[in-house]
């Protein structure tokens, strides 16, 4: 089966940046669609961004302008550029790999972002 291992997650200001990146053990962006999404504490899980086999990308309200989904087929790699961060982005961020075919999701183990002064 597939894993997805998330990193960059750490503590930030208002109004900074960080990157995060999910690694895939193997090549999947042709048969799966890729996506981040998050959780704070006490509420449900949404979806924040996600970009498609063939490329096109979507994002939630809340960050649209603000953060970028894209990806590296050579390296397996999905990354969440995050700008002008606020602390209500502040929850665990975690990949997600949507099949194409008929399947079940693949999730990473999550990296904590917060966002505080």
């Known amino acids: 089966q597939v894993q997805l291992v998330e990193s960059g997650g750490g503590l930030v200001q208002p109004g900074g940046s960080l990157r995060l990146s999910c690694v895939a053990s193997?090549?999947?962006?042709?048969?799966?669609?890729m996506a981040w999404y998050r959780q704070a504490p006490g509420k449900q899980r949404e979806l924040v961004a996600i970009?498609?086999?063939?490329?096109?990308?979507n994002y939630a309200d809340s960050v649209k302008g603000r953060f970028t989904i894209s990806r590296d087929n050579a390296k397996n790699t999905v990354n969440l550029q995050m700008n002008s961060l606020k602390p209500e982005d502040t929850a665990v961020y975690y990949c997600?790999?949507?099949?194409?075919?008929?399947?079940?999701?693949?999730w990473g183990q999550g990296t904590q972002v917060t966002v505080s002064s």
């Open positions: 997600n790999a949507k099949p194409l075919a008929p399947g079940r999701d693949i």
């Open positions: 193997r090549s999947i962006f042709s048969i799966y669609h």
């Open positions: 970009i498609t086999s063939g490329g096109s990308t």
